[in-house]
């Protein structure tokens, strides 16, 4: 069995990261702006378990369950100021909450 | 074993494009289920098989099901489609594609310069994870168990904020009250704390 480089693993944490930044940057719509975040703090919690196997520490998986605890608490706070948008200004349009106490 | 990575690897990332480029956001989460579930082999190839179970379990199952129970509250119609086909013309989303292209490819650059490290070489079960989760990192578990509280807390404040300002509105000015008359009573209140009491516990 050969093993797998720890590379290509953080490269591949490296490309779906990206992908969440492009999906921040690209989108508009608030709720695909969410799962970007998701996105790269997936890819962040996959370099950080390549990183632990490469050392064969389980210091890696455990700061992935710290990083599922956070998106955990962020995605149920954003997701009800998801809501709350919704509410107040009909869209889901991120510029349309731009004035501050608008 | 590599040709299992590679093959993941390869559905992870046409997936995550498709999940951030589709315009129907149920489409969009059901495609970055799909990479969730390859992340999920990858970690069980890496040889961290505890990782994979809570990846599947709390991000598949919570946390997207969150997004999904969201998605189908706010009720989007067609009409949503036709803005985000607007929202998506390509001189909106040709600049930050370039430039996280060229921030990737340095990424990629300098790593592949170095020599091929192994990986995945160990399993690491559950067991060596719960002991360094409560041995060392002890204090960590207990700042994540208030984070979690905070955003439970959170949660249930913007939850019933809104009810609160619309029942004080009402009797006020007619100029808010017109504007605010023909939406929807709230029903969202307990929702999202009950997820969150869900998680944290």
Do not use: C
Not at chain 2, 179 to 188: C, D, I, T
């Amino acid at each position: 069995m050969t093993a797998i480089p720890m590379e290509y693993g953080l490269i591949l944490a490296g490309i779906l990261f990206s992908l969440g930044l492009i999906g921040v940057l690209v989108r508009r719509n608030i709720i695909f702006i969410l799962l970007s975040i998701e996105i790269m703090l997936n890819a962040a919690g996959l370099a950080f378990v390549v990183a632990g196997s490469r050392w064969g520490q389980p210091d890696g998986q455990v700061l992935f369950i710290f990083i599922l605890t956070m998106a955990a608490a962020e995605v149920s706070v954003g997701l009800a100021l998801v809501l709350q948008l919704y509410h107040k200004f009909k869209t889901l349009d991120a510029d349309a909450a731009r004035k501050m106490r608008g | 074993m590599n040709s299992i990575f590679y093959i993941l690897s390869a559905v992870a990332i046409i997936s995550t494009v498709m999940a951030i480029t589709r315009l129907n956001a149920v489409h969009a989460l059901l495609y970055f289920i799909v990479s969730l579930l390859s992340t999920a082999l990858i970690f069980f190839v890496l040889g961290a098989p505890f990782v994979a179970a809570l990846e599947i379990i709390i991000y598949a199952g919570a946390i997207m099901v969150l997004f999904v129970f969201v998605v189908m509250m706010l009720n989007l119609g067609p009409q949503a489609i036709k803005q985000e086909k607007e929202w998506l013309s390509s001189d909106m989303w040709l600049g930050p594609v370039i430039l996280s292209t060229i921030l990737i490819i340095e990424l990629i650059y300098i790593l592949i310069q170095h020599g091929r490290q192994p990986s995945g070489i160990i399993v690491i079960g559950p067991k060596q994870v719960g002991i360094a989760l409560f041995g060392p990192y002890v204090l960590g578990v207990e700042l994540a168990s208030i984070l979690l509280l905070a955003g439970l807390i959170g949660a249930y404040h913007l939850g019933r904020r809104a009810k609160a300002v619309e029942t004080a509105k009402s009797p006020g000015n007619t100029k808010d009250n017109e504007k605010n008359a023909p939406s929807p009573p709230f029903s969202k209140g307990g929702f999202s704390n009950e997820i969150a009491e869900g998680e944290s516990q």
